[in-house]
């Protein structure tokens, strides 16, 4: 089956810049994939050229098999973006209908649409009158008008609550379940962690990472930290037993690893039995993951 989104050593200049330095990447139907980075790394170019906004200098792209921005790509394309703006004065319902009536599709798929969103009791309400995660829902609904088997969302749940956020994944599962790809940016690791199927990390223009976390994890072999609590009086033994630990002020002593040498090291700590008191392995943080990966360069 083609993919949905094949993306082949694209590259992209403005002026003297290179922005997208080929960029390759595959998205297939039902997958979820978000992309990080930093600011200026090349997310929005990315972006902008999957929807047909701009055009890329090198490289292919398709969308569903054809070019990015021709008419049957962008019928099978929707975007929505950070903080989509709406007519306060109109209605979730009044506001659906024009937009289906501006695709060409029937209006009174409305009421279907935002009942898809979980806005079926606030149709009929002014969209002035939504909260932000509802507005969001209001774009999640537009984005669905024809149908379309690649869903484009820049940051779709910037500012909105933890369980909006939740509710707001939940939506997407549904339309992956129901084959649609779907290609997001945002900047809270831990969700794109739990509800995506894949990282892509985006950096001065080039894809540095791309995988589930587990396998960043393992590609960036970030060191592990172990921190021990002496028992009572034990202090001064345990800190000889491990000069190379860093008190910290909570009585804690901070140990320092690669991956490989966590067992040995975890075995010379049991060795010490009643000294210890109590022991925490903490992994590499995903920010700690993600900064590995991501250069700033000064941008
Ligand atoms: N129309 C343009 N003309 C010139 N330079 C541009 C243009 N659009 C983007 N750039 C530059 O291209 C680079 C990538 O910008 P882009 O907006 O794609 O980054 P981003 O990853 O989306 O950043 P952010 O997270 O801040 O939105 C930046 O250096 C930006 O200044």
Not at 97 to 113: S, V, W
Not at 135 to 152: D, E, F, K, S, Y
């Amino acid at each position: 089956m083609t993919p949905t989104l094949t993306i082949s050593r694209l590259t992209k200049r403005f002026g003297e810049v290179e922005v997208l330095k080929a960029v390759s990447l595959t998205l297939e139907a039902g997958r979820r994939a978000a992309l990080l980075g930093h600011n200026g790394a090349g997310k929005s170019t990315l972006m902008k050229i999957v929807l047909g906004l701009i055009p890329h200098d090198g490289g292919d792209i398709t969308v569903c098999g054809m070019a990015p921005g021709s008419p049957a790509a962008r019928a099978r394309v929707a975007y929505l973006p950070e903080n989509a703006a709406f007519h306060p004065a109109l209605t979730g319902e009044e506001q659906l209908r024009h937009y289906l009536a501006l695709r060409g599709e029937n209006p009174k798929q409305a009421m279907a649409l935002l009942a898809r969103v979980g806005l079926e009791k606030a149709a009929r309400r002014r969209i002035g009158t939504y909260s932000k995660g509802m507005r969001q829902r209001v774009g999640l609904a537009q984005t669905l008008i024809g149908r379309p088997r690649l869903l484009v969302l820049d940051e779709p749940t910037s500012g909105l609550d933890p369980v909006s956020r939740r509710d707001f994944y939940d939506l997407l599962d549904g339309l992956a379940a129901e084959g649609t790809a779907i290609l997001l940016s945002s900047h809270v690791l831990t969700e794109v962690e739990a509800r995506t199927d894949r990282i892509l990390i985006l950096s001065g223009g080039e894809l540095v990472a791309e995988g589930t976390l587990a396998d960043l994890r393992a590609r960036a072999s970030l060191p592990v930290s172990l921190l021990v609590r002496p028992a009572c009086g034990r202090e001064p033994s345990l800190a000889a037993a491990f000069p190379e630990a860093v008190a910290s002020g909570d009585g804690l002593l901070r140990l320092s690893c690669a991956q490989a040498d966590k067992l040995p090291l975890l075995a010379r700590i049991s060795a010490l039995g009643g000294d210890v008191a109590d022991l925490d392995v903490i992994p590499p943080s995903l920010e700690d993951i993600y900064s590995h990966f991501s250069r700033r360069d000064g941008q």
